[in-house]
């Protein structure tokens, strides 16, 4: 993970733990590995090891846990271009009342040409999303 990937996880991370810290509250914490296929050769690539995967997983809990939240921890895989989905299927397995995801922010013609996993989210999702932006020029600190 970036750390611009990392910075916008955390800021995630922290509106689902004030979600969860209304009563009953509770997250679960899911990190996609996508991996890409090579057609011809049907070589798997992906760009993060297993372990750093669910070490990020394991520190989102821990942060979770620590602040008084009950925290499940899920490392998933899918292929590059289906994140969205995987999230979807992921909230409708859990029986989530909100799905809480991190964006760039990249701008209206990046977002149309590259795609956007939180404005798929949107689009697929049965129940409510909430995406937490980070705001523009802000330096990450210990929450």
């Known amino acids: 993970m970036s750390w ?4 916008h996880s ?5 509106a689902a733990r004030d979600l969860a810290l209304l009563p009953k509250g509770e997250v679960w914490v899911l990190h996609l590995r996508e991996r890409e296929i090579a057609t011809k ?4 690539l992906t760009d993060e090891t297993a372990d750093k995967a669910s ?3 394991e520190a989102a809990v821990d942060k979770l846990t620590a602040a008084g939240v009950k925290a499940h921890g899920d490392v ?15 909230a409708i397995e859990h029986d989530v009342d909100v ?10 013609l990046a977002g149309l040409l590259l795609g956007s996993t939180a404005h798929k989210v949107i689009h697929l ?3 409510p999303v909430l995406i937490v932006r980070s705001p523009r020029h802000v330096w990450l600190r210990d929450h």
């Open 4 to 7: 611009e990937e990392e910075f």
């Open 10 to 14: 955390d800021l995630a991370l922290l």
């Open 41 to 44: 050769t049907r070589v798997v």
């Open 55 to 57: 070490a990020a997983v």
């Open 76 to 90: 998933g895989h899918t292929i590059f271009g289906y994140a969205a989905r995987s999230i979807v299927d992921d």
């Open 99 to 108: 799905i809480v995801i991190g964006s760039r922010g990249r701008g209206d």
């Open 125 to 127: 999702a049965d129940r």
